[in-house]
């Protein structure tokens, strides 16, 4: 297929047909699917349930956070308000999303044998460990199953005969607060990924792929696609007219605002910094933050995309968002927010932003001013998940000298005999991405 | 790492003395514990060359393999480890106390109550540093497959019953070690530099004879250059003066002293067994004596000093009082001990090479557990530890500034007294965050109401006040208590139940059915080269 | 550069060197495995990287002597040539191969490369650490598959000049002894990410000329020089000294001296700098501790104080409890 005939709608289709096809009359126990960012999991999710239920087959659905399975039960009642569905919650305080309770056909409880005979019933993966069946689930739908651990699914798998396996690969792993390397290279390693686990022992189920990312803009996929999926590439679902960022107030010459520009213009930008070794919360580099943020509100930004050609919609705080590494970055960019006057800029973590979507993000790198780079901040989901979230432009706010830094810390990762090698160096990744934020990059001291 | 414990660090550079990060011990030490110092071969796996091995600091006992390439001498020495050791296991599987627990009863499949045994006390080991755990789990791994004569007349080397027993039970014990907080079986470089910040990196800490440096030097001396003098001062013949603690050796001395003596060895072994009259044989045997006391001698040598300092680091530790939950955690290690027994007693299969898909998720589940629970214990015991996470913003400690008594709603209120805190910490809290406190040893539960300004919170209790109207005397925080409430949980939930192995899903592999009785090591001739 | 002798010279030798025994063992295995026309090397390579090619039975062997590296390089590519097109399962004993390093060329002699059938190359690592169980040192096998990467690439060049260009496997057949025994076990393992990481920092690596430019005009490393000179040649090459050096470099007592004089923080560990911000030393950070010295407002220095307040606050906590229960013990004969 050439890039010209290439239809991103038609190919979607096909894949999800295809997906749908097996889940529905196949004849393996699973179906896996890898869906990079924003390539329409969710309602990939919700249609499979869907026509499952519409077929007679009951249905449970594994989630990995309350917020997944509360989001998963509001789209389905969007997508059908007539059918029933259950929502098993813990017995703790606030276990559930309190806009579940205006819906007439969501029936919560925090036991199973309450919602007997549901269509389909939802939950978290830990709250489904403690169920007992005498009969399995026909059906059961596993979303984020790529953060979902080995040693989770092993303690839900008896409740379901067959199952529907969607998540991103690229985006973080699950994690295990212990050692576990006496189990690593066995195929049921506890802490690998669900997925890891279940393919190894089922090496002959479909596995499809979500070919096209909605979400990211033809200025960010070829990126992502090349630094974090580079066995699996996938493609914009939009060309690079499809989308326009405007902004009516003129750059007043300021870094932040000619850094807004070159992402307006290229979908990238990166504010630079001097180099400088700085604690984790570098106040410079917090405040550089937030007045990207500030003006980007107040130049009275204008998103135009494909869903509305030719309609302007306004560049809202709702649809910015900053991304971090660490917590207590976070909440120093929450509080310059506050003094900037800023509210309702979603601030947060890799971890809690996966899943999310923005039309504008302003990124934290998590190596700036590091005088180390850690496991941990090269970790190349944690990059992946902050360089995918957004539908027009992403801007890095970053020291001089994190090329410099990388050298420094050359990748010496150990190696487990026997496991599967499915991603990129952390290392190379944030290479590949600095190359190209290096293009777009406005050297700025505050 | 805590930026206390960086400070720690700093402040022992530039003191030359390692500082405290804990002002209690927060591991159980047995009044007699048994220590165990082994040397191996360079270059193979598990093959050792010698140990000190024993309870009593001042005569400890020395285990040689002259050749450690001859595998029948490397037999006897395993078999000599099991002669000492397993009579220390024994001596307290036979004490027992009575206990409860909780089971599922086969029948009913209800949770009830069983009388059962629990060991009074369990055998601790202790090894010098964490390259000891390896070898006791290596030494374990090698000995639970050994064939007996009685198993199997024909093998080739049949063991004596207690090697492959031992195995069983150096697996049993470097499986447990793995278990934060665990102390069946401990690296005493891992419990002194859990209590001890030196002025040196985390891999120079294990160094036994370094750390000890900088713990406690000489008299006179800094510790930064006692503990360079233990890492690096030779002598004249370019020996070490402080041996590496183990097990592996410094090469130096394999190449200078220990190769010409085990050659020495191997020539008057080789002269015996040419010798062609008694009177031959008996001056050859007195030469092949003589040279292995020669291999003997220097074993002891490179052991004796980390065997004199392990006790050294022991005394140490027992200078520290105990922490509050250590006891609580060595009970489980007692349960540990009493289970492995009565596994062993029942006639159970050695374990497997490896653990299968359910036992594996069981021992991650445990160890994530007692990892929350060990952090949160020791933080409880100790207000270094806490003041760690104070500083994180995982708990805060501050003054009560006022009480107002107030009632849950519903037909039967309950109290819900607010608490008005003052505090110079600062909690990463969430809105309606729930806190917690120690309260006679339990944790009482509070949540966050609101904040009146910077550092001043106002907590609802919730818990823990009694089953009546006016809470009970005590159970309310007061006016002008100084109190510290943490983030995080005091104990720890039971995870989810997983499947037995028999019902392994298909997402695993399914059932492994029937355990087939895993095979022994191949044993090749190339073992001697 | 004999990094070993140079230490000594310096005055601070380094610990390595190895143990006889390893080194007898070490080589008798690897002599074990390719005894016999390498047949079990060759039965590993066919199981574990090629199983559905046809067993190898009476592969080839070229000789490779020559005279001189660049000599062995080019017998090296002559018989890869040669094999590519045979057909049948050849193994390189010891080829040498040349990597173009920052502008010189360094040569590489890995253990084995064997040819497959269908003309591809794989590169073999024979190592005497223990497969027990299938499962090895991380660290080691980690180590192992960066050694192979460069192989990779240095294939790979050779490769390139060839027509049709053969494929070279990224990956590699690790050989090491099974279990306790002395007989080889196989394991296939991927270095793709090593060989990218790899690839890339051979792009970046500092060009030799360029470490040249900042040595002071006739600086030698040569270890007949005295240790004065010599040491102001090594301090002259830039460095960073960090613990995890002492297992992987002959010069690291040197370098860690070096960085206690300098009172760097990060002799202590490379993590410990995370929180410190701008202060490198160690005398920098405790000032800033003690509130001596430092801009309050900077938020590493205003943690610093936190925390030296709340640890003298909880060893104050401490010391008051221990008295007390030592004037309780005293009440209580």
């Known amino acids: 297929m050439t890039t010209v005939d290439f239809d991103p709608g038609a190919a979607a289709a096909r894949a999800t047909d295809a997906i749908l096809h097996d889940t529905l009359h196949g004849t393996e126990r699973g179906v896996v699917v890898d869906s990079p960012p924003g390539a329409g999991k969710s309602t990939l999710v919700v249609r499979a349930a869907l026509e499952l239920a519409d077929a007679g087959r009951p249905l449970m659905i594994v989630a990995q956070t309350n917020a997944q399975v509360d989001d998963l039960v509001l789209r389905l009642a969007e997508k059908n308000p007539d059918l029933p569905v259950g929502r098993l919650h813990s017995s703790d305080t606030d276990a559930y999303d309190k806009a579940l309770d205006d819906l007439p056909q969501v029936r919560t409880s925090a036991r199973a044998a309450d919602l007997g005979g549901l269509p389909v019933v939802l939950s978290t993966a830990a709250k489904w460990a403690h169920v007992k069946v005498d009969e399995p689930w026909p059906h059961a739908i596993v979303d984020e199953a790529y953060q979902m651990r080995s040693d989770s699914l092993l303690a839900v798998a008896g409740l379901f005969e067959r199952g529907l396996f969607v998540g991103d690969p690229g985006q973080l792993d699950p994690f295990a607060i212990v050692g576990s390397e006496q189990w690593a290279g066995l195929s049921y390693d506890p802490s690998a990924s669900a997925v890891t686990t279940l393919l190894a022992h089922n090496p002959a189920l479909p596995q499809h792929r979500l070919p096209v990312s909605w979400r990211l803009p033809a200025s960010a996929a070829p990126l992502v696609s090349r630094a974090f999926y580079p066995y699996t590439p996938f493609r914009s679902g939009t060309g690079h007219g499809d989308r326009r960022l405007a902004f009516a107030v003129p750059s007043d010459g300021s870094g932040p605002d000619r850094v807004i520009d070159e992402a307006a213009e290229s979908g990238w930008g990166l504010l630079e910094l001097p180099a400088r070794h700085t604690p984790r919360t570098d106040p410079e580099a917090v405040r550089a933050v937030a007045a990207v943020v500030r003006r980007l509100l107040d130049r009275g930004g204008a998103a135009t995309s494909e869903r509305a050609p030719g309609t302007p919609l306004p560049l809202t705080a709702d649809r910015i968002a900053v991304g971090t590494a660490h917590r207590d970055q976070a909440a120093a960019v929450r509080a310059a927010l506050a003094e900037l006057g800023v509210a309702d800029v979603t601030v947060d973590t890799a971890n809690r932003l996966q899943g999310r979507e923005y039309d504008v993000t302003v990124v934290l790198h998590p190596l700036s001013g590091r005088p180390d780079a850690t496991a941990f901040h090269l970790e190349t989901g944690r990059l992946c998940v902050l360089a995918s979230r957004h539908r027009h432009a992403c801007i890095v706010v970053c020291r001089a000298g994190v090329g410099d830094l990388l050298d420094d810390y050359p990748s010496t990762e150990p190696v487990q005999l026997g496991t599967l090698v499915k991603f990129p160096d952390g290392w190379e990744a944030n290479h590949a991405v600095l190359a190209q934020l290096s293009e777009h990059r406005v050297g700025w001291r505050p | ?529 | ?333």
């Open chain 3, 1 to 333: 550069m004999d990094k070993a002798r140079l230490a000594s010279a310096l005055g601070a030798p380094s610990a390595f060197g190895q143990s006889q025994f390893a080194l007898t063992r070490g080589n008798a295995f690897e002599a074990r495995v390719k005894a016999d026309g390498g047949a079990e090397l060759l039965r590993l390579a066919h199981a574990r990287l090629d199983p559905g090619a046809e067993p190898p039975a009476g592969a080839a062997v070229p000789d490779l002597s020559a005279h001189g590296p660049e000599g062995r390089t080019a017998r090296t590519a002559l018989a890869l040539r040669e094999a590519a097109g045979a057909g049948g399962w050849t193994l390189l004993d010891h080829p040498m191969l040349a990597l173009d390093v920052a502008g010189s060329p360094a040569f590489l002699e890995p253990d084995a490369v064997v040819v497959h059938p269908d003309g591809s190359w794989s590169v073999v690592e024979i190592k005497s650490f223990p497969m027990l169980d299938g499962s090895a040192d991380p660290a080691k096998v980690g180590a192992a598959a960066r050694q192979a990467a460069v192989y990779v690439l240095a294939l790979e060049e050779v490769a390139a000049r060839l027509a049709p260009v053969p494929r070279v496997h990224h990956r590699v057949l690790l050989v090491c002894p099974r279990d306790f025994s002395n007989l080889a076990a196989g394991c296939a393992v991927d270095v793709r990410k090593q060989r990218a990481v790899t690839a890339r920092q051979l792009a970046r690596l500092t060009r030799i000329e360029e470490i040249a430019k900042v040595l002071p005009k006739g600086a030698t490393f040569a270890p007949d020089r005295g240790a004065e000179e010599l040491t102001a040649a090594v301090e002259a090459v830039p460095a960073t000294y960090a613990p995890e050096c002492l297992s992987a470099c002959e010069l690291a007592f040197h370098c860690r001296e070096r960085s206690r004089e300098a009172g760097a923080v990060t002799r202590l560990g490379r993590p410990l700098r995370a929180e410190l911000g701008g202060l490198t030393t160690v005398e920098d950070v405790l000032a800033a501790a003690r509130g001596e010295r430092g801009d309050p407002d900077d938020p590493a220095v205003a943690a610093l104080r936190r925390a030296a307040a709340l640890r003298a606050e909880a060893l104050r906590t401490a010391e008051a409890r221990a008295c007390a229960d030592a004037e309780v013990a005293a009440l209580c004969p």
């Open chain 2, 1 to 529: 790492m805590s930026l206390i414990t960086t400070l720690a660090r700093l402040e022992a550079v530039s003191s030359g003395r390692a500082q405290p990060t804990a002002t209690v011990r927060h591991r159980h030490l047995s009044e007699r514990p048994l220590v165990f110092v082994p040397l191996t071969t360079a270059g193979e796996a598990g093959a050792p060359l010698g140990a000190l091995v024993g309870t009593d600091r001042d005569a400890p006992r020395l285990l040689v393999v002259p050749q450690p390439r001859d595998r029948d001498l490397r037999f006897s020495f395993l078999a000599d480890l099991a002669d000492t050791v397993l009579p220390y296991l024994d001596s307290h599987a036979e004490s027992v106390e009575a206990a409860e627990r909780t089971e599922t009863d086969p029948e009913t499949g209800k949770r009830v109550k069983v009388e059962v045994e629990l060991c009074a006390d369990a055998p601790q080991l202790i090894v010098p540093s964490r390259a000891g755990l390896d070898l006791v789990r290596l030494l374990g791994r090698s000995m639970r497959f050994r064939r007996t004569a009685e198993q199997d007349p024909e093998a080739p080397h049949p063991a004596p019953p207690r090697i492959p027993l031992l195995g069983r039970w150096l697996t049993h014990y470097g499986e447990r070690s793995r278990v934060p907080g665990s102390a069946l079986l401990l690296a005493l470089t891992d419990v002194l530099s859990r209590h001890w910040a030196t002025g040196q990196s985390g891999l120079e800490d294990q160094h036994l004879g370094a750390l000890l440096a900088w713990i406690d030097p000489p008299d006179g001396t800094r510790g930064d250059e006692a503990a360079r003098g233990a890492e690096l001062a030779r002598d004249a013949a370019g020996q070490l003066l402080c041996p590496p603690a183990g097990p592996a050796t410094d090469p130096a001395f394999d190449n200078k002293l220990l190769a010409p003596a085990i050659e020495r060895y191997d020539r008057a072994r080789t002269a015996l067994a040419a010798a062609e009259d008694a009177l031959a044989a008996d001056d050859r045997l007195a030469a092949l004596t003589a040279a292995e006391r020669e291999v003997r001698d220097l074993v002891e040598s490179r052991t004796r000093p980390t065997w004199d300092a392990v006790w050294r680091g022991l005394d140490l530790l027992r200078a520290l009082p105990q922490g509050a939950h250590a006891e609580e955690r060595w009970t489980r290690d007692r349960w540990s001990f009493t289970g492995h027994r009565d596994r062993v007693l029942a006639g159970e299969p050695p374990q497997p090479r490896r653990d299968d898909a359910v036992t594996a998720a069981n021992k991650l589940a445990a160890r994530e557990r007692e990892q929350a629970r060990l952090e949160a214990q020791e933080a409880l015991d100790d207000p270094l530890v806490m003041a760690g996470r104070r500083l994180a913003g995982e708990a805060f400690a501050g003054e009560v500034t006022d009480v107002v008594l107030a009632y849950s709603e519903g037909k039967r209120p309950s109290p819900r007294p607010l608490v008005t805190v003052r505090t110079d910490d600062r909690p990463h809290l969430a809105e309606r965050a729930r806190v917690y406190r120690s309260l006679g040893g339990k944790p009482q539960s509070a949540e966050l109401v609101g904040q009146e300004a910077e550092g001043v919170l106002v907590l609802r209790v919730l818990d823990r006040m009694g089953r009546g109207r006016e809470p009970e005397p005590g159970s309310v925080p007061e006016k002008g208590d100084r109190l510290c409430f943490t983030l995080f949980e005091h104990e720890q939930r039971g995870g989810a139940k997983l499947p037995d192995p028999q019902d392994t899903p298909w997402t695993h592999g399914g059932p492994p059915g029937e355990p087939a009785p895993e095979a022994p090591d191949t044993v090749t001739e190339e073992d001697v080269l």
